[in-house]
């Protein structure tokens, strides 16, 4: 099946930092998606991106599907960015693969 | 208006009981997503709904678990009999299908989730 990497597997900053979080898979896609799961564990669907950029507010997110990889960019980091980042693939098949997320603190 | 609803937010039960986890979608939302997460697999999705009929349930582990939406705005996940290894978060989530595309490119709204123990 597919394969997602996500990379860095974590990530700490300092508030106010910048940061890039990347997303790599093994095969085509019709539609990607980026989601936060904040420390009490809610998730947040944060963009669907299968091709193009998006943004909104300090997040925005690039996704280069002919080169299989998608960027989530967060400027001015807050304390309440920190959490795991998940990219999520959906296959033509009806497959859908998780990445193992990236874990982002920011620290005051 | 209110989110999607789970409940229970936290359920023990022992090992060969059956399990039920329910789902309230938002208003007016067609679509339905089933997702567990652990530690040892990650986040993993187990069943699709576009408008109560399932779309994708190519991630349902095995026969011991089934999910329905008898109504439009309700959603039922079960497992008969339950094991330690089912032992997980599981979330819902609610979206509004637009198109023919498999998956909808509206975003999808989670509940709380539930979690649940089997001993």
């Known amino acids: 099946g597919i394969q997602v990497e996500q990379s860095p597997p974590d990530l700490i900053l300092q508030e106010g930092a910048n940061s890039t979080l990347r997303c790599n898979f093994s095969?085509?896609?019709?539609?990607l998606q980026w989601f936060h799961q904040n420390p009490w564990g809610q998730l947040i669907n944060l963009f669907y991106?299968?091709?193009g950029t998006k943004q909104n507010g300090r997040l925005s997110a690039t996704t280069v599907a002919t080169e299989r990889y998608s960027l989530l960019y967060i400027s001015s980091s807050q304390t309440t960015d920190s959490g795991v980042y998940f990219c999520?693939?959906?296959?033509?098949?009806?497959?859908?693969?998780f990445g193992d997320g990236t874990t982002l603190t920011v620290k005051p | 208006d209110a989110g999607v609803i789970q409940s229970p937010r936290h359920e023990v039960t022992e090992m060969g009981q059956e399990v039920t986890l329910r789902c309230k979608l938002i208003?007016?939302?067609?679509?339905l997503f089933w997702y567990r997460q652990t530690m040892m697999r990650g986040l993993e999705l187990l069943i699709y709904?576009?408008?109560?009929?399932?779309?994708?349930d190519s991630g349902m582990p095995e026969d011991r678990f089934s999910a329905k939406m008898p109504n439009a705005s309700f959603s039922t996940l079960k497992i008969q009999p339950s094991e330690p290894r089912d032992s997980a978060v599981y979330f819902c989530?609610?979206?509004?299908?637009?198109?023919?595309?498999?998956?909808?490119?509206?975003?999808?709204?989670f509940g709380d989730g539930t979690r649940l123990s089997i001993l």
């Open positions: 989530a609610s979206s509004f299908f637009v198109g023919a595309r498999l998956y909808s490119n509206q975003p999808q709204h």
């Open positions: 095969d085509s896609v019709n539609n």
């Open positions: 991106i299968p091709s």
């Open positions: 999520a693939v959906y296959t033509n098949a009806g497959k859908s693969t």
């Open positions: 208003s007016g939302h067609n679509s």
């Open positions: 709904f576009n408008n109560n009929v399932p779309i994708d």
